[in-house]
């Protein structure tokens, strides 16, 4: 019965993995994006330096996908406009696209916070359900 239990919510848990690692990576952009700006205007660090301080953005920075569908496309566009152009032309694109990844970011915690619990719970409580049905 603690099996059935258990592997349920498991599942909850692997099925809520992908939010958090959706609010990680959007947090470790946004923070990216800002120690960029910073760099450019007061540093000459090379990209993989700031991107080694993370734990995904180096895999990004090397074009690797850490995130599916939409919002790999939206870090894929990003990352290849990084470093192609003159420093204010590069300060001016991470203003302009510091809005856009806060309010990923903004949304991807949201999400988190509101369903990784309710995947944990909704598994848990259909294990009991399983449990006392078999019992």
Known sequence: MCAII??????????????KRRAQVYTELYEFNEKMLINLKFGRMKISQIAAQFRY???IVVGKRVL???DGRFIDEYIKNIGISNSSSQIDYLNERRNAIRKNMEESQNNYKKYSSLYI??????GILIAVLLA
């Open 6 to 19: 258990a592997a349920t919510t498991s599942i909850g848990v692997i099925l809520s993995a992908d939010k």
């Open 121 to 126: 719970k909704i598994a848990l409580m259909i």
């Open 68 to 70: 599916g569908g939409e």
């Open 57 to 59: 953005m180096p895999d």
